[in-house]
């Protein structure tokens, strides 16, 4: 067959599949709409829509190029190294009291960690990264370099600093310190599943198990001795921080103890500073009676209360208030009630208002801030009134202080710490 025989055949070929195509033109139409949209449902949710999110994790490990991200794992290292705890809390934010316990102690096994390499993943949001950090370990004492792989979370601070959060780090992610981002958790679960990171893990575990065979003094600290500190220091932080609580649990009741005590000292100081101001207001307002007999004298102003003596005709006693029927008066120092009937009153004979009778006064005043010495026992009124309440009853020899004269006839007097009023008339010398 010659060349032209064959593009004479191709020819035919052609026209026979355009002429199918052309008949069956709607069923290519439908199919390649199909496939469109296809590939836009593919496309749209495809995890390889962005860096951000959890699209980053599906990506392949970037070795870093960032400076700021080098120097900041780097950091990590060397103060961890240094037991440098000061800076490893400024740099992975937060790092609990348990952590920043066991970094101390972990740290004195190690020398230094050497051959960093650092690779990244985009984080869930803008300038975040997950971090896999591969290095040799040196063990103090210990030539043999042990291969290990480290997990971080780094993102941005408030300041727009690259920092550390712990708060997904391996001691917190073990011990549920803190509270893990939802979103971030399901963003670690997806990086850890990654094909590439298994790998990584597989390969540095077999590194890791072949340098334990070649080195037993490496085995002995790794299986042994570090285990059984980490075990011992496990027992004696619990039993510390048991111990911690107790006394703040004990520090805390005894101040509560010391509160309540400080409180009921105050209550009853105040208590008895309200006694002491009663019992004073009561000596400013007492007068003086005599019995007219022999009385009995009563624990309560009740003629069936308990009976705790009698007093004789004659006696004088101070009267500090009524009940009822009784007068509240001094019995041998205690407080005690004894009938009415029995008792004439001194003011009945000797307390004036300046008359017997009620009459009004117009004349003559007394200079305000006058002290005047009473000549004679006086009852002290709540009101320009003979019939007013007794504010008080002064006695022979106290003294008043004016406080002003009223042409009523009567004057406002300062008498102790309690004002009252008194027949001007009485005043006057």
């Not at 520090?251 to 509560?256: G, R, S």
């Not at 009567?410 to 027949?423: L, M, N, P």
Request: a negative charge.
């Amino acid at each position: 067959m010659n060349f032209q025989d064959l593009k004479t055949k191709f020819k035919n070929i052609v026209d026979i599949c355009v002429e199918f195509v052309i008949k069956n033109k709607r069923y290519f139409l439908a199919g390649c709409i199909f496939i469109a949209m296809a590939l836009v449902l593919f496309i749209g949710t495809s995890p390889y829509t962005g860096d951000n999110g959890t699209a980053g994790v599906y990506r392949k490990f970037k070795s870093n190029k960032n400076t700021e991200l080098d120097k900041l794992i780097n950091d990590y290292y060397t103060a961890f190294a240094s037991g440098d705890i000061d800076t490893l809390k400024a740099i992975a934010v937060p790092m609990c009291d348990k952590e920043v316990s066991y970094t101390a102690l972990y740290s004195q096994y190690i020398e230094s960690f050497n051959d960093v390499k650092i690779y990244t993943k985009p984080g869930l949001t803008k300038d975040s990264y997950l971090v896999t950090t591969e290095v040799s370990l040196k063990y103090a004492n210990i030539d043999t370099l042990v291969p290990g792989l480290d997990f971080f979370y780094v993102e941005k601070n408030d300041q727009g600093k690259l920092y550390i959060n712990n708060t997904y780090g391996t001691f917190n992610r073990n011990n549920n310190v803190y509270e893990l981002d939802p979103q971030i958790s399901e963003l670690y679960e997806l990086y850890i599943r990654q094909d590439d990171l298994r790998d990584k893990r597989n390969d540095v575990q077999d590194k890791y198990d072949e340098v334990l065979k070649k080195d037993p003094a490496l085995a002995t600290l790794m299986n042994e001795t570090l285990h059984e500190a980490i075990v011992q220091w496990n027992k004696d932080y619990d039993e510390q921080a048991a111990a911690a609580a107790e006394a703040q649990a004990q520090a805390e009741q005894e101040a509560a103890e010391a509160a309540a005590a400080e409180a009921e000292a105050a209550a009853a100081e105040e208590e008895a500073q309200a006694e002491q101001e009663a019992a004073a207001e009561e000596e400013a307002n007492s007068y003086t009676g005599r019995t007219n007999a022999r009385a009995n004298v009563r624990a309560e102003a009740d003629k069936e209360s308990d009976k705790l003596g009698a007093v004789e005709e004659g006696t004088t006693v101070t009267i500090y208030g009524e009940e009822g029927d009784f007068y509240k008066f001094d019995y041998n120092g205690t407080t005690a009630y004894i009938t009415k009937t029995a008792i004439d009153l001194d003011s009945e004979a000797g307390a004036d208002d300046g008359a017997a009778e009620e009459e009004t006064t117009t004349g003559g005043s007394v200079a305000e801030g006058t002290v005047i010495t009473l000549t004679s026992t006086t009852n002290i009124r709540s009101q320009m009134d003979q019939s007013s309440s007794k504010v008080a009853v002064a006695y022979s020899g106290e003294k008043v202080t004016v406080i002003m004269s009223y042409a009523e006839g009567w004057t406002k007097v300062k008498y102790g710490k309690k004002e009252g009023y008194i027949r001007t008339d009485l005043l006057q010398q």
